[in-house]
């Protein structure tokens, strides 16, 4: 017999069967739909640009929407290994300053996210 069953809107969102990606800047795996889509903007050009309709062609990065993980990729030169050396991140900036805007001041500073215990590799004085 064959029977279809009927999914509930709880059941289609469900978190488990959603793709995640894993952020360029923390490292940390999430749903794709909590992370915005980095991809570089091509023609020779090394800026990065936000694909808001996850669209764009190419291979894309994933980055949550927060100055802390913006500034941990920023360190790491996340940019440059995961989209193919592009390094601009102004377009980047731009978009995760406009989405704080709209939250408020529940943000983590950018200062507090960027300080470690120790360097990353010995070029750090």
Known sequence: MNVRK?????????TEDQPQRTCIGCRKKALRSELLRLVAEGSGSTAVLVD???RM????AWLHPSEACL???VKRRAF?????GATGSTAVERRIMAGKQDAGPLQIPLVA????????SGSEN
Do not use: F, M, S
């Open 6 to 14: 009927i999914l509930t809107v709880a059941e289609v969102l469900h």
């Open 80 to 84: 440059g290994r995961a989209l193919n």
């Open 113 to 120: 996210a960027a300080k470690t215990v120790q360097p990353e």
């Open 52 to 54: 808001e309709r996850r």
């Open 71 to 73: 500034a941990l990729a």
């Open 57 to 60: 062609a190419g291979r894309g």
